[in-house]
């Protein structure tokens, strides 16, 4: 059963784990849904609406762990326990023979989920018990505020052997349940490089790269997609990013914008979505050793336009 969070101003929709969504890509361990801010709807869906899975794609604010390369995948002869790896806040998923892939549907073997809830605040955990090595307590909170709401998250290894990933939101987002068009922009606390993208498509033509931000020029037709790779530029692995995590998105349409900020020195920021929504994504990267915990949070916050 979904929980609902609010207070007045922010009503938050959160999806227990297993409730519907029960792909192998997206963590289950309490996902943000629907979220509406005085009264104005802010989330959409990862596929128009002929083409809905809520069971295996995406929706609200799903965030995933191991986007690239999932902790384990590589490890072994890929026979008997080893055919297991750990996707955080999902379960264990089995091998196949080729490369590990994000669009895959694995076969999945659940963990263990529990939760508390308030009205304004609810707690998501989940163990992952222990497999080849490998194991996780996974802890989210996530709490409203006056004008918001904050995710705070905090991941122990309890396994034997240390892991490294990343993490992201896939925020899908719908602004006052509107398409996507010139009304819509995105801002970010750095210059957005012209020169470095690490994948870009933009078959509308509809994005114009500013100094620190991006503004569209019309909306996405038919089924085209937009995405635009490592707005930073590329960060390497032994570099720490100079870059805040941090974005802002305007729609000249609502009264208000909207912004995450995490905690976290950002990895990279890559943007997608089509016509009926718009993903910036905020990347964390982090290695936990065994016994190490890892906490970080993403606050959401809604700011009346001046």
């Known amino acids: 059963m979904s929980d609902v969070l609010h ?19 997206f963590d289950w361990n309490g996902t943000v849904v629907k979220a509406s801010y005085k009264g104005y709807d802010m989330l959409g869906y990862e596929k128009a609406p002929l083409h809905r899975k809520d069971a295996i794609y995406g929706r609200g604010m799903h965030n995933e762990f191991g986007i690239r390369s999932c902790i384990g995948y590589n490890d072994g002869d890929g026979k008997g326990e080893s055919a297991w790896f750990p996707k955080i806040g999902t379960g264990w998923l089995l091998k196949n023979s080729d490369p590990y892939f994000f669009y895959t549907q694995y076969v999945i073997d659940p963990i263990t989920f529990e939760k508390e809830v308030h009205d304004d605040r609810a707690v998501y955990f989940c163990k992952s018990g222990t497999r080849n090595g490998y194991g996780y307590e996974y802890t989210k909170t996530i709490s409203l505020k006056e004008s918001g709401f904050i ?21 899908f987002l719908q602004p006052g349940g509107n398409r996507i068009n010139e009304a819509v922009s995105l801002q ?6 012209r020169d470095v993208l690490s994948d870009a498509s933009d078959k509308d033509h509809i994005f114009v790269r500013e100094m620190t931000g991006l503004s569209l020029t019309g909306r996405p037709r038919g089924k085209h997609e937009f995405f635009l790779g490592s707005l930073t530029g590329q960060v390497l692995p032994s570099e720490e990013s100079p870059y805040p995590a941090r974005w802002l998105l305007k729609d000249e349409r609502l009264p208000f914008s909207m912004s995450e900020t995490g905690s976290f020195r950002l990895e990279k920021c890559d943007v997608w979505g089509h016509k009926r929504t718009i993903s910036p994504e905020l990347f964390f990267s982090f290695k936990a050793a065994p016994g190490e915990t890892v906490s970080w949070s993403r606050e959401i916050a809604f700011t009346e336009n001046l």
Do not use: C, I, M
């Open 7 to 25: 207070n007045g101003q922010v009503v938050l929709t959160v999806e227990s784990a297993g409730e519907v969504y029960k792909g192998s890509r």
């Open 151 to 171: 995710t705070e998250y905090k991941l122990v290894n309890t396994g034997d052997k240390p892991f490294a990933t990343d993490e992201y939101v896939h925020n």
């Open 188 to 193: 970010f606390p750095w210059t957005v490089r």
